[in-house]
């Protein structure tokens, strides 16, 4: 098992991404605390982490609201007595070309995709920080990050941002032997992309040179990877899961 006895937090762990992470460090042996608008299917959770003799925990939290994150986040810092890992899963899309774009779709997008990642950094490096815990941050920024897209001002902003977040925050904690890595994906089959009708999918796909979307759990392992000892040596990098995408 990969990251057997770590303790691991996440936001969104409800659906899409987030599902595929808990389910996956659990499997790993990893016990999960998440953090979320909505709880997605707890049982399920509890069959694997049964099996993989680690524990689940959930704490309704809306991550764009900053007291109740910052609440949230030092309530599950106490019940864990500290994390060796945080996965900043959490985000929203609010698309429309910038001439239009309210300022109301703009703060939301950076509010939950961004600035909850500064937050719940604070808190959580911090106590490793304190702790000398030898910690590992994945940010789940994405491949608009980096290349730019049209009608996602917003969302393109927060995800290069979080980029910029990563490569800082990397810098700074590194003597303390804490790395933070990204993980920008491509198109995943999630419910963000759902909203694509079959045209707009097929357009996708020709871009993509290994021509299909990728699912949930590539993202999940590429999470795992930059958590786990695999990576010991890896920090401040952005790891692109996009089957060839942008490259
Ligand atoms: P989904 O829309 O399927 O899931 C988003 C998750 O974030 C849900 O668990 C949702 O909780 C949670 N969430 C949203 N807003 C808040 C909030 N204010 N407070 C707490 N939790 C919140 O998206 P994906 O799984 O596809 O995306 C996960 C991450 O991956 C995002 O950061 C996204 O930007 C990134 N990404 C996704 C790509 C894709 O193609 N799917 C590509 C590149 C990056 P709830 O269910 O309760 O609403």
Not at 24 to 38: F, N, T
Not at 137 to 158: L, T
């Amino acid at each position: 098992m990969l990251v057997q006895g770590r303790k691991v937090l996440i936001t969104g762990g409800s659906r899409g991404i987030g599902r595929a992470l808990v389910s996956e460090y659990l499997r790993e042996g990893a016990s999960v605390w998440y953090l979320g608008l909505r709880k997605g299917d707890f049982e399920e959770y509890q069959r694997i982490a049964q099996a993989s003799g680690a524990q689940v925990s959930f704490a309704e939290c809306d991550v764009a609201d900053a007291a109740a994150l910052t609440g949230a986040a030092k309530d599950a810092v106490k019940a864990a007595g500290g994390f060796d890992v945080l996965v900043n899963n959490a985000g929203i899309t609010r698309d429309g070309l910038s001439f239009r774009m309210a300022l109301k779709d703009w703060n939301d997008v950076l509010a939950t995709n961004l600035t909850a990642a500064f937050l719940l950094s604070q808190i959580v490096v911090q106590d490793m920080f304190m702790k000398k815990i030898a910690g590992a941050v994945v940010n789940i920024s994405s491949i608009v990050g980096v290349m730019g897209n049209g009608g996602q001002v917003n969302y393109a902003a927060s995800k290069a941002g979080l980029i910029g977040f990563t490569k800082s925050l990397a810098r700074e904690v590194a003597p303390r032997n804490i790395r933070v890595n990204a993980v920008a994906p491509g198109f995943i089959q999630t419910s963000m992309t759902d909203k694509l009708n079959e045209e707009q999918k097929a357009a996708l796909e020709k871009q993509i040179p290994m021509a299909r979307l990728g699912g949930p759990e590539d993202v999940a392992k590429a999470a795992l990877f930059l958590s786990c000892d695999l990576s010991s040596y890896i920090t401040g990098h952005v790891l692109h899961v996009t089957g060839g995408l942008g490259m």
